[in-house]
């Protein structure tokens, strides 16, 4: 029930008979006496949104419960940005999630998110051409390339800061799953494309349900492999869809593509109301709606919803 005028909003709402048995708010955090800087220094909580011609969006990243308990950092990280010049152009939104026991996983997926915008810039232009063609081969060959060049990159970056610190360094401490979803500007351009690692991945809001993949479920785009980079960099699956204006697209990790697909549907059919509309939420709203707790689904949550203005 959203509150009236003047109200606080209060804790997050709750799916079930009975609150998740942690608090909803931090409480622990890392330390920086803890050796682990990048940890004890990211925040609990990332908000973001932007204006890109049509399209409107806002994202949010949250610790999980859990972590919130155990006083870890959050692992998941997102992207929201342009790429392409201005006739090529492309909204950028990224998703990462951090594998939970990989020792630095947090910083693989802030990193990853943020390096494989850079390298897909790159790649922007001949992205955009293939898109438009609908050339699916052509598009797995460049999005393999940028994530490729992102983690051959990054790898270099990983191992001297290692070497710098004294400790040894190994791929699967920094393990974590990416989706990037690219959006022609262009209303006319009808086409994205999806880029996946692991599990997480993209829904869309059409007439009040949630679809899990392509809009008019013609094809499957993602599966339930639990591959992460750095290693697996050469399994990027990339997947071709098109919208229609009026349809949300929810990118997110597996804290909300989870309990978005559970046996009760009451999870999915609030956050169906909530953003089924073609009021988008602000910043703060949309936050708060994003928390929405189910008992046991307590991980990082990170999620990225656009909405297209009709004409």
């Known amino acids: 029930m959203e509150p009236e005028a003047g109200q606080l909003r209060g804790e997050p709402e709750h799916v079930g008979n009975r609150p998740p048995s942690y608090p909803s708010h931090p409480l622990k955090r890392p330390s920086v006496r803890d050796a682990d800087e990048f940890a004890a220094l990211s925040p609990a ?13 806002r994202a949010a990243s949250v610790r999980g419960d859990s972590h919130n308990w155990e006083g870890g950092c959050r692992q998941d990280s997102m992207t929201v940005t342009r790429i392409g010049p201005p006739e090529a152009e492309m909204l950028l939104l990224a998703v990462a999630d951090g594998v939970g026991s990989a020792a630095r996983s947090h910083e693989g997926s802030y990193e990853f998110s943020r390096r494989a915008a ?32 992102a983690v051959a990159e990054l790898r270099t970056i990983f191992e001297w800061s290692a070497h710098h610190a004294r400790r040894p360094y190994a791929d699967e401490d920094y393990a974590s799953t990416l989706h990037v979803l690219l959006i022609p500007t262009d209303p006319r351009i009808r086409e994205r494309v999806l880029c996946s690692v692991g599990d997480g991945g993209l829904f869309v809001l059409r007439e009040g349900r949630w679809h899990h993949g392509s809009p008019d479920d ?14 697996a960099y050469h399994s990027v699956k990339t997947s071709l869809l098109r919208t229609v204006p009026g ?43 994003a ?21």
């Open 118 to 149: 850079v390298h897909l810039d790159r790649e922007a232009e001949r992205i955009h051409a293939a898109l438009c063609a609908r050339a699916q081969n052509e598009l797995q060959i460049l999005a393999t390339k940028a994530v490729a060049g």
């Open 247 to 289: 349809d949300v697209l929810l990118l997110g990790t597996d804290g909300i593509t989870n309990p978005l697909t559970q046996r009760d549907p009451e999870f999915a059919r609030r956050l169906a109301e909530a953003w089924g509309s073609s009021e988008v939420p602000s910043l703060s709203d949309f936050l708060w709606q």
């Open 218 to 231: 013609s094809a499957e785009l993602l599966d339930t492999r639990t591959e992460a980079l750095p290693h």
């Open 291 to 311: 928390q929405t707790r189910a008992k046991t689904y307590d991980d990082d949550r990170t999620v990225i919803c656009v909405w297209e203005k009709q004409p």
């Open 45 to 57: 909580v990332l908000l973001d949104g932007a204006q890109v011609e049509q399209l409107t969006v």
